[in-house]
């Protein structure tokens, strides 16, 4: 029998995973949150004007609702070059238990882009991070469309996630 390997998306993985996996579940994350304080330069921006993108935080008594992606243990290490090359400006991978709405629990990989990496940006106002993601645009595409395809992801599944939905609302009232 092979093995399996959980991989966690919380952000662009949720709504687009390119890779191959067995299975997909609704997963959380405990003692973590998510928020636009990642630049991207190299996706959803450029350097001399960066985007945001998801990262997660440590955050006592918050969860971070995701994708759990289920892939074989042979193909783990060929997925997470392709992501380790994708995910390059400045997510570290982490490893922390996932709970499923069933009460099971897994070990899982997630990346976390922390405050040490050169292209982390950190806390702003909800106004001015949704300024910034509605002017910025890199070789992925617009930021917007990042912001917007997340957000209806987490709706789609029912998670909740004021930030990303506050973010939305700043994007849509400008
Ligand atoms: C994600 O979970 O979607 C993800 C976020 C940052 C880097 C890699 C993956």
Known sequence: ???SI??????SLIWRPD???????????DGWSRRFWQGSHDHRGVPEAP?????????IGE??????FEIDA????????QLDYREKNGYERFQAPLYFDDGNQVEGVFYVANEDNHAYLGPAPIEKIAAQIKRSHGPSGSNEE?????????RRHK????????????????
């Open 63 to 68: 969860r971070c609702g995701g994708m759990a």
């Open 74 to 81: 042979e193909s783990a290490v060929r997925i997470f070059d």
């Open 19 to 29: 890779f191959d996996f067995n299975s997909s579940r609704i997963a959380w994350v």
């Open 51 to 59: 985007g945001r993108v998801a990262t997660l935080i440590p955050l």
């Open 1 to 3: 029998m092979t093995s």
């Open 159 to 174: 998670i909740e996630d004021d930030h990303v939905f506050s973010i939305e609302s700043g994007i849509i009232a400008r």
């Open 146 to 154: 990042y912001l917007r395809n997340l957000a209806d992801a987490l």
């Open 6 to 11: 959980w991989l966690f998306g919380y952000g």
